[in-house]
């Protein structure tokens, strides 16, 4: 019997953490964030003094780095033994993982982990290109989207609950730049096809997201 997977796509502030994590726990399969992977590698360049864009040095980062997720109520993800959950979540980090994510040789060595993983216990996968690369053959593909605006206000809310200094125009340039960033990036860009359900999510609260979702993957079995 093949494992579960679970394809949750979409652009930042969509929810998409928030909604694996939730619909995981639902299918009872393991959640994979392969966002907080990307966002660790851009910690781990950082720490390092690499250049986000210096492809021969990412790659060869990224080959010795040790991700692990650590499942909870707040799931934790773990660099080389450090748990770095909250350090990967500032906006810096943000930006750099969306220049890592373009990285093909980058890509390459994270997918293969993204995948040793799913095939293993199957698992929930959210990121901007699950779906279309890392498990095409899923019949389960979601693609989550959502105003830029309300992404943006989002991302305000959750950055002023930790108390960083930030303002709204600011985040919402941030988000306009990252969609064009990860939608127009040479290599597994930002999209979806036929064989993906949409959710908007402007509208919608988590739970009705999730329920959506877990309806969808359980009538397929039905």
Same mark, same amino acid.
């Given at each position: 019997?093949?494992?579960?997977? /679970?394809?949750?796509?979409?652009?930042?502030? $969509?929810?998409?953490?928030? $909604?694996?994590?939730?619909? =995981?726990?639902?299918?009872?399969? %393991?959640?994979?964030?392969?966002?907080?992977?990307?966002?660790?590698?851009?910690?781990?360049?950082?720490?390092?003094?690499?250049?986000?864009?210096?492809?021969?040095?990412?790659?060869?980062?990224?080959?010795?780095?040790?991700?692990?997720?650590?499942?909870?109520?707040? %799931? !934790? *993800?773990?660099?080389?033994?450090?748990? /770095?959950?909250?350090?990967?979540?500032?906006?810096?980090?943000?930006? =750099? =993982?969306?220049?890592?994510?373009?990285?093909?040789? +980058?890509? !390459?060595?994270? +997918?293969?982990?993204?995948?040793?993983?799913?095939?293993?216990? @199957?698992?929930?996968?959210?990121?901007?290109?699950? @779906?279309?690369?890392?498990?095409?053959? *899923?019949?389960?593909?979601?693609?989550?989207?959502?105003?830029?605006? $309300? !992404?943006?206000?989002? !991302?305000?809310?959750?950055?002023?609950?930790? @108390?960083?200094?930030?303002?709204?125009?600011? &985040?919402? =340039?941030?988000?306009?730049?990252?969609?064009?960033?990860?939608?127009?990036?040479?290599?597994?860009?930002?999209?979806? #096809?036929?064989?993906?359900? /949409? +959710? #908007?999510?402007?509208?919608?609260?988590? %739970?009705?997201? &999730?329920?959506?979702?877990?309806?969808?993957?359980?009538?397929?079995?039905?």
């Amino acid at each position: 019997m093949q494992p579960l997977i /679970v394809a949750i796509d979409g652009p930042a502030g $969509v929810g998409k953490s928030t $909604v694996s994590r939730l619909v =995981a726990q639902e299918l009872g399969i %393991p959640q994979i964030d392969t966002g907080a992977m990307y966002r660790a590698i851009g910690l781990a360049a950082i720490r390092a003094g690499i250049d986000v864009r210096d492809e021969e040095r990412l790659a060869d980062l990224a080959a010795r780095s040790d991700i692990e997720f650590i499942p909870g109520e707040k %799931p !934790r *993800t773990m660099l080389n033994g450090e748990d /770095v959950t909250d350090f990967i979540r500032t906006p810096e980090i943000s930006m =750099a =993982a969306s220049h890592v994510s373009a990285v093909p040789a +980058v890509r !390459r060595v994270l +997918v293969k982990l993204q995948q040793a993983m799913g095939q293993r216990n @199957g698992g929930v996968l959210e990121g901007r290109d699950i @779906g279309t690369k890392v498990f095409p053959d *899923t019949p389960h593909k979601f693609f989550l989207t959502a105003r830029p605006e $309300v !992404r943006a206000e989002r !991302r305000y809310r959750e950055l002023t609950a930790k @108390g960083q200094a930030v303002d709204f125009d600011t &985040v919402l =340039a941030e988000t306009v730049q990252r969609d064009r960033q990860d939608s127009t990036r040479a290599d597994s860009p930002l999209m979806y #096809d036929a064989t993906y359900t /949409v +959710v #908007d999510t402007s509208d919608r609260t988590i %739970p009705e997201v &999730v329920s959506r979702i877990v309806e969808a993957v359980r009538s397929a079995f039905s």
